[in-house]
């Protein structure tokens, strides 16, 4: 029993260790023989030491993993011809549009479409759209380098799995309650780590597989005088009338809401009269 006392603390402290830690991750320590000398002959083989996987043996070979993102900004002749346009478009090059967003005002309908695209025909789905684009304003393309973090999540996540396994054979060879109490803690974590990295890893493949282009095009739309809106000469004098009685009623209002102030100016009109009387008869 002491020598679990020592094994799950050691576990513990050496699965919280970082990425940088990963040659002395909890999986060799697991099947420490120091840890288990107490234990039987077929625990010791099943915990025997499992080192952690490099990086080169996961993927076979390391290529360059990265994001490419992109985005372009024209002004549009016919928005909606351009719009169906670019839509028939996207199928040719297996791609299609995440997010569509369109706004309308008085001056200008305008378009914004995320469209994602396989990163291989990133390149020429840019240029065609941007030949087919009227009146360029703006466009952009960013490469971002990421494969060093890809190969650490893929690394790290094989040997959570590892480790896991290790666990699953620790807990079906342990007999006591509190031994397999601890042990199912433990595998809960890892759990939890590898769904953590799982979900890390699969967006940060969806990223390297589909690129991002930003497409955002508008029309400007000509000036329309809208005189049958206006209203007439008498609809107007009308409207001009009815607003003169509603501002001399709120003049009016507005002179009775101040009457402390009438009151305050009395008294001192009172008070100044009483004084000047009473300087005379002095003099």
Not at 7 to 23: A, H, I, K, Q, V
Not at 103 to 118: A, E, F, G, I
Not at 228 to 253: D, K, Y
Request: aromatic share 10%; hydrophobic share 35%; charged share 25%.
């Amino acid at each position: 029993m002491k020598s679990i006392a020592v094994l799950f603390p050691t576990l513990f402290f050496l699965m919280c260790s970082g990425p940088d830690s990963r040659e002395n991750t909890g999986i060799e320590a697991v099947a420490s023989d120091e840890v288990f000398s107490e234990r039987s002959p077929a625990m010791k083989s099943a915990l025997a030491p499992v080192t952690p996987i490099p990086a080169e043996e996961i993927d076979g070979e390391i290529t360059k993993k990265n994001i490419k993102t992109g985005g372009i900004t024209f002004r549009s002749e016919a928005v909606d011809t351009d719009y169906r346009r670019i839509t028939a478009l996207l199928p040719e090059y297996s791609a299609y549009v995440e997010n569509e967003n369109q706004t309308k005002s008085d001056q200008r309908v305008q378009y914004d479409l995320t469209v994602r695209v396989p990163s291989g025909a990133y390149d020429s789905l840019y240029n065609r759209l941007s030949n087919l684009a009227g009146r360029v304003e703006h466009k952009y393309t960013n490469i971002e380098d990421v494969t060093e973090r890809y190969y650490d999540l893929q690394t790290r996540l094989k040997n959570k799995e590892a480790l896991e396994q290790r666990y699953r054979e620790l807990l079906g060879k342990a007999t006591e309650i509190k031994d397999m109490l601890e042990i199912e803690r433990q595998l809960n974590d890892v759990r939890t780590e590898i769904e953590n990295l799982q979900g890390q890893f699969n967006y940060l493949s969806k990223q390297v597989r589909l690129s991002t282009l930003q497409l955002s095009f508008y029309e400007v739309l000509p000036y329309a005088y809208e005189d049958a809106q206006r209203p007439g000469f008498g609809n107007r004098v009308r409207s001009a009338l009815g607003n003169g009685w509603s501002g001399l009623q709120l003049f009016v209002l507005g002179l009775v809401t101040i009457w402390p102030f009438y009151l305050l100016a009395a008294l001192a009109i009172f008070l100044f009269l009483t004084i000047r009387k009473w300087w005379k008869k002095r003099q």
